[in-house]
């Protein structure tokens, strides 16, 4: 006899609201950036409502100590500060040792990542893209769309979180729209042409 099928029909917008619940109850923080706490684009704009979010993180905290894992949610809109697209501020874990898992739920962007070496790289989020953090390594996310960028990660509970020092010039890269598709500039350090080295060798040798 053929067994009774059940099939119950699902749509994108059902499985998206599903993942949305997954965020609520118990042990949850949010964490919200508007434009007027993002002191950490290339350039300010006064047009814009400093009000706007930027992004939001809703983190399901588990107990803290090792071995425990939170889980989190990120919602980052679409948007530019002047030619800038809307981009997380970064940061880096205090226990190097943590790594963590990203997945992308929709929408599209860059996950911009910075060794202590100062190598900077990027991958491409988008629905379904999963992404691996490598412990000790920085991390950066911007939407290059005008959807906003829905995703999910699983980070150790004991990683620690520590933002990037901005005024030391960390994320040598940074994207920007150009004339509708992305473009990426690269920030080298200033060229030092030897004039104060050697003018500061010269005092040097004339004080022995
Ligand atoms: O850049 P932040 O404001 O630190 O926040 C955005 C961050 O949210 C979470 O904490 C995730 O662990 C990160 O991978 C993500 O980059």
Known sequence: MKQAEHKIPVT??????HWQQRMEGDNLTNKIVRIKDADYF????PNLDPEQIIYEVTLKESSPETGHLHWGHIILNPGKIND??????GH???NDHTEEYILCMGGYGFLMYLDKD???WCEEMEEGSLHHIPAGVGRRIINLDDQPLHLSFCVPADSGTQEFDFEGGVFPCRIFDDNGEPAIRVD???VNDGEDESAAEIEALLKM
Request: negative net charge.
């Open 92 to 94: 880096y874990h205090v």
């Open 12 to 17: 994108k917008a059902q499985l998206h609201q």
């Open 118 to 120: 100062g190598n900077c």
């Open 188 to 190: 080298l350090p200033p």
């Open 42 to 45: 290339d350039t300010t704009d």
């Open 84 to 89: 800038e697209y809307f981009m997380t501020r």
